[in-house]
């Protein structure tokens, strides 16, 4: 039986997380309820002080820490921003997170931050440019490192490749883990018209480390990933369907619109427990 | 990079640009038979436009609310235009919004405060985001995040009423905007004597005594003034803020 990349790391499953946001700085550190992993938005602590950096120490105390970026800009054709990266081993050094992740996207043109998760066409020519620049973060930050699928609205013109299989090679080529977004599956899937059970078995799921779920927003013509809502049913339902093919495996609650209580966000977090909990137990 | 792919790149970057149906359309003629749907990718040019005017809607509440929505609408657009993200962390694209408003406030009407208005809105948030470290100090220290602005309006005030005053006061002020300590929010004033005096035995290793004695100063009072701004945060003291 061929190791999954959590084994060849040896990175064990951490349970139901969520994400540190900053209507949660004051609270979250406190909390008395169940909680076996914290995930932070790098950007909000390379370069700010004060008050975010207070509240990751403290939760840096009680959690393991995964920093999951948004402004790698894996995907761009601007070299890699040194001082990103090196801010990034650094903040990646000091919560000792056990592995750190960011899109499978491009964010930067030009020199310009685009801030955004901006869609590569699924290329073979899109996937030999990634790959090399993969390695190169995997080698600067020397800790193990997951591509998250994002959503994307429009396919990108020229492409030649199946999104899986886009996926797969890159994640394959430059042999990193895979953090599966179960919500992009499902608006995905929507969006696109494809079967997202038929998509997930066309995944290297034996790479799958991390699992997102999140709420969406529904408009007249698209399906918009807004993390702005409760995880809908059809996406537990698929969320189940992964678990079963990858095991347990880290779990994130993702609420970054139209935030709740902290309480609210913990309900959800313990949902996604109970499912990790089954699947062990089997 | 294969030449499809900055092929690709180049386009989108002209889109992105300045995103809109004009643009749209040379993105789409770049790439024929390319059958995504239109309003599919205009998506991501208002995602992209939507991320500056939401930074600067958040760092500069008083500044859109003095211009109005019509002004407000116009700066954040020659703004966007101007490409300001430069910087991974998202809230620096504002850092040049005051002296982008400096430059266009003659030309647009705006009120002579505004530049400075702005000055002082990002300099709140730049102070409050300070990478500059909490230090333990072994004696009396000025607190490393200290901005000071210099301008002929009481912005102080102004900010403080939130928007209640139909503009700041003219005259000479000298604010002072750190971040506390521990609260490790913006605290703001008009620079005072006081304030001033305290900050200066800060500066240059002054003992309180050698103050009073060239000064005048009761010690007594002395000692309440560096007591009061270590409270306050202004100056850091060996023994903390006394919170």
Same mark, same amino acid.
């Given at each position: 039986m061929v190791a999954t990349y959590a084994q060849r790391h040896g990175l064990k499953p951490l349970g139901a997380g969520i994400g540190l946001r900053r209507s949660f700085y004051e609270e979250l550190p406190r909390t008395e309820r169940p909680l076996d992993w914290v995930e932070i938005i790098p950007e909000?602590?390379?370069?700010?002080? $004060? #008050?975010?950096?207070?509240?990751? !120490?403290?939760?840096?105390? #009680?959690?393991?820490?995964?920093?999951? $970026?948004?402004g790698l800009d894996i995907g761009g054709p601007d070299a890699l921003d040194g001082d990103y990266v090196n801010r990034l081993a650094a903040l990646v050094a000091r919560v000792d997170a056990p592995f750190f992740s960011d899109h499978l996207c491009y964010s930067r043109l030009d020199g310009v931050y685009l801030?955004?998760?901006?869609?590569?066409?699924?290329?073979?020519?899109?996937?030999?440019?990634?790959v090399p620049r993969v390695r190169e973060v995997?080698? #600067?930050?020397?800790?193990?490192?997951?591509?998250?699928?994002?959503?994307?609205?429009?396919?990108?013109?020229? $492409?030649?490749?199946?999104?899986? !299989?886009?996926? #797969?090679?890159?994640?394959?080529?430059? !042999?990193? $883990?895979?953090?599966?977004?179960?919500?992009?599956v499902y608006v995905n899937a929507l969006n696109h018209g494809y079967d997202a059970r038929a998509f997930v078995d066309a995944l290297p799921l034996e790479r799958v480390v991390q699992v997102h779920l999140a709420g969406h927003t529904r408009y007249p013509d698209v399906i918009i990933d807004t993390h702005g809502d409760r995880v809908c049913d059809d996406v537990w339902s698929l969320y189940q369907y992964v678990l079963e093919r990858t095991g347990p495996v880290a779990t994130l609650i993702e609420w970054d619109q139209d935030i709740p209580s902290l309480e609210a966000v913990l309900d959800e977090a313990d949902v996604a427990r109970a499912a990790l909990r089954k699947v062990a137990e089997r | 990079m294969k030449?499809?792919?900055?092929?690709?790149?180049?386009?989108?970057?002209?889109?992105?640009?300045?995103?809109?149906?004009?643009?749209?359309?040379?993105?789409?003629?770049?790439?024929?038979?390319?059958?995504?749907?239109?309003?599919? *990718?205009?998506?991501?040019?208002?995602?992209?436009?939507?991320?500056?005017?939401?930074?600067?809607?958040?760092?500069?509440?008083?500044?859109?609310?003095? *211009?109005?929505?019509?002004?407000?609408?116009?700066? *954040?657009?020659?703004?966007?235009?101007?490409?300001?993200?430069?910087?991974?962390?998202?809230?620096?694209?504002?850092?040049?919004?005051?002296?982008?408003?400096?430059?266009?406030?003659?030309?647009r009407g705006l009120a002579a405060f505004v530049p400075a208005l702005a000055r002082f809105e990002w300099t709140d948030f730049a102070v409050f985001a300070s990478e500059a470290p909490p230090e333990r100090v072994e004696r009396l220290t000025?607190?490393?995040?200290?901005?000071?602005?210099?301008?002929?309006?009481?912005?102080?005030?102004?900010?403080?009423?939130?928007?209640?005053?139909?503009?700041?006061?003219?005259?000479?002020?000298?604010?002072?905007?750190?971040?506390?300590?521990?609260?490790?929010?913006?605290?703001?004033?008009?620079?005072?004597?006081?304030?001033?005096?305290?900050?200066?035995?800060?500066?240059?290793?002054?003992?309180?005594?050698?103050?009073?004695?060239?000064?005048?100063?009761?010690?007594?009072?002395?000692?309440?003034?560096?007591?009061?701004?270590?409270?306050?945060?202004? *100056?850091?003291?060996?023994?903390?803020?006394?919170?």
């Open positions: 909000n602590f390379l370069s700010l002080g $004060g #008050r975010p950096q207070r509240t990751l !120490d403290a939760c840096a105390e #009680r959690w393991p820490v995964l920093p999951h $970026g948004v801030h955004d998760l901006l869609p590569l066409p699924f290329t073979e020519a899109a996937v030999e440019h990634v995997i080698a #600067r930050v020397g800790r193990p490192f997951l591509l998250e699928n994002p959503s994307y609205y429009a396919r990108m013109p020229g $492409g030649t490749l199946p999104e899986a !299989d886009f996926l #797969r090679h890159v994640v394959e080529e430059a !042999d990193c $883990g895979l953090l599966l977004d179960v919500n992009n | 030449p499809g792919l900055k092929h690709f790149f180049d386009s989108m970057g002209a889109y992105f640009a300045r995103p809109g149906a004009q643009s749209l359309d040379a993105l789409y003629s770049e790439h024929p038979g390319w059958d995504a749907p239109r309003g599919r *990718v205009s998506v991501y040019g208002d995602f992209v436009r939507g991320h500056v005017r939401g930074v600067l809607e958040k760092i500069f509440p008083l500044v859109r609310k003095v *211009v109005g929505a019509e002004a407000w609408d116009a700066l *954040v657009e020659g703004y966007t235009l101007t490409r300001p993200a430069r910087h991974h962390e998202l809230n620096h694209l504002a850092e040049g919004f005051p002296a982008f408003v400096a430059d266009a406030a003659p030309s000025a607190n490393p995040t200290l901005a000071v602005l210099e301008h002929p309006y009481r912005l102080c005030a102004y900010v403080r009423a939130q928007g209640a005053l139909p503009e700041p006061e003219a005259g000479e002020e000298l604010a002072l905007l750190w971040r506390h300590p521990e609260h490790l929010v913006t605290y703001y004033v008009e620079a005072t004597p006081p304030a001033l005096l305290v900050l200066k035995m800060a500066v240059e290793g002054l003992a309180v005594a050698d103050v009073a004695a060239a000064t005048g100063m009761p010690e007594a009072e002395l000692r309440g003034a560096v007591e009061r701004f270590t409270r306050d945060g202004l *100056v850091l003291a060996p023994g903390g803020s006394g919170d």
